[in-house]
């Protein structure tokens, strides 16, 4: 019997979530020069998804536009047509996932608005059930 290996489980998780557009997308991994540079250690899934984020600035939150551009265990690359904070935390469905992460960096790209990369710190499942990555 073949053991599943996390990106396996990844892919399993978000495709359940609703992002069967998964199946068709070969997954990406970073090599290992890069993913010192990036500071990627786990495969990511490229994801063409619009999302709605719920971004907490204290005292208050924003609600804004945003496409997930792609996706990994704990982390995810949103492009959004304005600057988040880093430190901020953002909430957002994909799927039929809730993920709330946090932030760690967000800059200008060079073809539409800005990049934000951010920390994965929850998930919501469908079932209520809560794990601090996607494919746990």
């Known amino acids: 019997m073949k053991a599943v290996t996390d990106a396996e489980r990844i892919r399993l998780a978000v495709i ?5 557009c998964l199946d068709r997308l070969p997954i990406r991994t ?10 990627r250690s786990e495969p990511r899934f490229p994801v063409v998804r619009d999302v709605t ?9 924003e609600i804004i536009a945003g ?3 792609d996706i990994s265990r704990s982390g995810v690359g ?19 996932f809730q993920v709330f992460a946090e932030v760690r ?8 608005g ?4 951010a920390k994965i710190n929850d998930v919501v499942l469908p079932d209520g059930q ?3 990555q996607l494919g746990e």
């Open 30 to 39: 970073v090599a290992p020069a890069q993913a010192m540079s990036e500071r």
């Open 114 to 117: 800005f990049v934000l990369g």
């Open 53 to 61: 984020l719920r971004v907490w600035m204290p005292p208050d939150f």
């Open 78 to 96: 949103v492009i959004t047509p304005s600057y988040v904070p880093p430190g901020s935390e953002i909430e957002f469905r994909v799927g039929d």
């Open 16 to 20: 359940s979530g609703g992002l069967d």
């Open 130 to 132: 809560h794990c601090k």
């Open 67 to 69: 496409q997930v551009r």
């Open 105 to 112: 960096h967000c800059r200008r790209s060079a073809t539409a």
